[in-house]
């Protein structure tokens, strides 16, 4: 089974940048997609960043042109920068995996099966 552990998340004034990690363990699938949620106190989670084992990526227009994800195959590694931070991007980061398809959007948190426990991000005005 494999399991997603994110890290980096943090508190940052607004225009500031965090780059999240998502290392995942056991996770040995030539066909993969790895996807960023994030989710806000009364808010449903909103998908808003992924990639899979092409390299294809996919942004919410929340994010394009602000945050990046990349990923280091050879770590099990995705990460996520985020960059020109505002109070809005204030949520409860996941990262989440799935063994097949391909990334398109937009990401819907019900096709992935595999979740990490979620990092804070806060962002202050």
């Known amino acids: 089974q494999v399991q997603l552990v994110e890290s980096g998340g943090g508190s940052v004034q607004a225009g500031g940048s965090l780059r999240l990690s998502c290392a995942l363990s056991?996770?040995?699938?030539?066909?993969?997609?790895v996807g960023w949620f994030r989710q806000a106190p009364g808010k449903e989670r909103e998908g808003i960043a992924g990639?899979?084992?092409?390299?294809?990526?996919y942004y919410a227009d929340s994010v394009k042109g602000r945050f990046t994800i990349s990923q280091d195959n050879a770590k099990n590694t995705v990460f996520l920068q985020m960059n020109s931070l505002q109070p809005e991007d204030t949520a409860m980061y996941y990262c989440a995996a799935r063994s097949w398809g391909t990334i398109v959007g937009p990401l819907i948190p019900g096709l992935f099966g595999a979740w990490g426990q979620g990092t804070q991000v806060t962002v202050s005005s």
């Open positions: 990639i899979d084992s092409d390299g294809r990526t």
């Open positions: 056991a996770y040995s699938y030539r066909t993969y997609c």
